[in-house]
């Protein structure tokens, strides 16, 4: 369905479409360069195009051949496979589950595609899904591949004996180590986002402070400071876009997220620099206790080399440290 916006302040197109589209950066420019999509009627749209206030931006959606099997063209990685559950590292960029709305492969596509078992208690588009992460999220996911194991995980999930701890990069240092306590919903003026709101679902999550970059006109940011900070994050609840929500009321936002307020040179990152690091569980069959830890990707390692003190980095991002630093503060 094509879309028509009207520009309500002075931005790049793309920054704008990022936000209004809630589309990656990449996805976006593919749009631009394709020609689907227009300022003013003048069709050689360009990225870096500064929009003036009150123009109309229109956006042509190519046209989908449902009928059409998705190609899956990426790849998973498997950290855990037994006969119950299967632990992967999803890669950024790509969306979980299917909706009306989607229209590319998914992780459950992926998951069909490999021939792997799956549960089925939550509908045939979402097969062994336990829990989810955003599109631009990276990082450790859990999958149940019995309907016995989806059950058994789904009670952990509520009594918080599963979790996971996540890595992020935010644009300006957080004053100290925080709990933030606020109820998330529907955001009333954007419904691609969520926010604070008064009568909103219970949501609480903690920060901690890791590690700050070096100082230099390379990572100043639209809040002058000259200064990112590498942060970790524990959820207490499970809210959609519970920790970009709660970082925006701190006045913190993770580079990349345009959504939620980042202002930064999107030039610089294709996504939230946001990565599910860490996952613990109680095995759903054994009942053992298991820990599982993935790297940094390739995109968030390169920018902290470039912009950190890869000795400290090296120190702080270790499982054990984290858990400690959170237990230690909790």
């Not at 004053?175 to 955001?187: A, E, H, L, Q, T």
């Not at 990152?269 to 569980?281: D, E, G, P, T």
């Not at 270790?318 to 909790?330: A, E, L, P, R, T």
Request: with cysteine; charged share 25%; glycine share 6%.
């Amino acid at each position: 369905m094509d879309k028509e916006f009207i520009v309500d302040e002075s931005v790049r197109l793309d920054q704008f479409l990022v936000i209004k589209l809630d589309e990656t950066r990449n996805q976006v420019d593919q749009l631009i360069k394709k020609g689907f999509v227009t300022v003013s009627n003048k069709k050689k749209a360009k990225s870096g195009l500064k929009l003036q206030v009150g123009q109309k931006v229109f956006v042509t959606f190519p046209e989908v051949i449902k009928e059409a099997p998705l190609e899956v063209d990426f790849d998973v990685e498997i950290i855990y496979e037994d006969d119950y559950i299967l632990v992967i590292n999803k890669p950024s960029g790509v969306i979980v589950h299917g909706a009306a709305s989607v229209k590319e492969a998914t992780l459950v596509d992926w998951l069909k595609l490999k021939e792997i078992s799956l549960s089925t208690i939550s509908g045939e588009e979402r097969h062994g899904i336990v829990h989810r992460l955003d599109k631009g999220t990276s990082g450790l996911m859990l999958i149940a591949k019995t309907n016995e194991a989806h059950v058994a995980l789904s009670k952990q999930l509520e009594d918080k004996t599963m979790g996971r701890y996540y890595l992020a990069l935010i644009d300006l240092p957080l004053k100290d180590n925080i709990i933030v306590n606020k109820p998330i919903g529907r955001n009333p003026h954007n419904r691609l986002k969520q926010g604070i709101v008064d009568h909103g679902k219970s949501a609480k999550t903690s920060f901690i402070k890791l590690c700050l970059s070096n100082d230099g006109e390379a990572v100043r940011n639209s809040a002058g400071s000259n200064k990112y900070e590498l942060i970790a994050a524990k959820l207490f609840t499970g809210r959609t876009h519970q920790i970009r929500v709660h970082l925006e009321s701190l006045n913190r936002h993770i580079l990349g997220d345009a959504l939620y307020g980042f202002q930064g040179n999107l030039d610089r990152m294709q996504r939230v620099y946001l990565h599910a690091y860490n996952l613990y569980l109680k095995h759903p069959i054994t009942k053992e206790n298991i820990n599982f830890c993935v790297n940094l990707p390739e995109d968030m390692q390169t920018f902290c080399k470039n912009n950190f003190n890869m000795e400290i980095i090296n120190e702080k991002i270790n499982s054990k440290y984290i858990i400690d630093s959170f237990n230690n503060f909790n």
